[in-house]
């Protein structure tokens, strides 16, 4: 090996993202759905007292379909906390009991990092895959997935109160392929809880983020790091509401419509119209969510 090959190995092997990413892709191959009851047991009530917290309300339960595989379709909202997801898996778990899982897609950068991939896991989160969701439908489950991803989460303040799914459309494919009813879930608060002031996008192509899968890199503003990279901090304590649409039945397009460009437009539009419809709605209700969960812990209304 010559010393400019041995130079560029040893530049590769100190790349934390390189190595992030190679860890990604072995714990990727080798995770499987592995719901846990008795860590769920253990966990809820840190998850009730985490809600607590955000004043966390999810609303809408009796329009679950009572059984059966389902696809539940949310936007992403808090950063790498996302403090409405805890609030959405403490509930699922309040109201449909500890032996029905809910199984959801992760970020699969998120599975390398030690402790997290193991409690991930135990929730019943998988690495995001075509693969892993038809596995997960097929048997019947339901399944939580986020379609905007790490674009979403991390929308600048300024798009707090937008749908950003950024017309990915493989969820459709996903639902119209498998003929489950679709559950839209709209969320709302989770986002003031920091200050995104950019996705990053630039810095991602800079970094090549693009091997673990990411296509941002975003900068926030939160407690206590103030201005930097999108590490676990302190969330400001906004008020979070969620709120469970009506299912949408796309079955009747059957299977193949998956390959239709036109029906992924149109369902696309379906449910993005109606969750932005719903989350303007929840922003005019409440446009102030951190203000309004402060004035109620001073005992002000």
């Known amino acids: 090996m010559s010393l400019t090959d041995r130079l560029r190995k040893t530049i590769e092997d100190l790349d934390p993202i390189n190595n992030w990413a190679r860890a990604t892709g072995d714990l990727a191959a080798s995770v499987d759905f592995s719901h846990d009851p008795e860590f769920l047991e253990k966990l809820l009530p840190l998850m009730k007292l985490w809600g607590k917290y955000f004043d966390a309300e999810v609303r809408g339960w009796e329009r679950l379909p009572e059984s059966g595989p389902m696809l539940l379709v949310g936007n992403h909202s ?17 109201n449909r009991g500890k032996d029905e899982p809910l199984l959801g897609l992760g970020m699969d950068a998120a599975f390398a990092v030690p402790g997290l991939g193991t409690i991930m896991q135990k929730l ?33 303040w300024s798009e707090r109160n937008k749908i950003a799914f950024n017309d990915r459309r493989g969820f459709i494919k996903l639902a119209l392929r498998h003929g489950v009813p679709v559950v839209p879930i709209v969320g709302h608060g989770g986002h003031e809880t ?16 693009e091997r673990l899968r990411i296509d941002v890199y975003p900068i926030v503003l939160q407690a206590p790091w103030g201005i930097g990279p999108a590490f676990p901090g302190l969330p400001m304590p906004a008020k979070i509401n969620v709120e469970i649409l009506e299912p949408l039945d796309w079955s009747h397009h059957g299977p193949e419509a998956a390959n239709d460009a036109a029906v992924l437009d149109a369902c696309y539009e379906e449910i993005t119209t109606r969750m932005q419809q719903q989350l303007t709605a929840m922003a005019e209700a409440n446009p102030t969510p951190l203000r309004t969960r402060l004035r109620a812990l001073i005992g002000r209304n």
């Open 124 to 156: 019943g989160l998988v690495p995001a895959s075509h693969s892993n969701a038809g596995r997960a439908l097929d048997a019947g489950r339901a399944l939580f997935v986020y379609p905007g991803g790490s674009w979403d989460v991390f929308r600048p």
């Open 194 to 209: 920091l200050r995104v002031l950019t996705r990053g996008d630039r810095l991602a192509k800079l970094f090549r983020m």
């Open 78 to 94: 808090g950063g790498a906390l996302t403090p409405d997801t805890a609030a959405l898996i403490a509930g699922w778990y309040e």
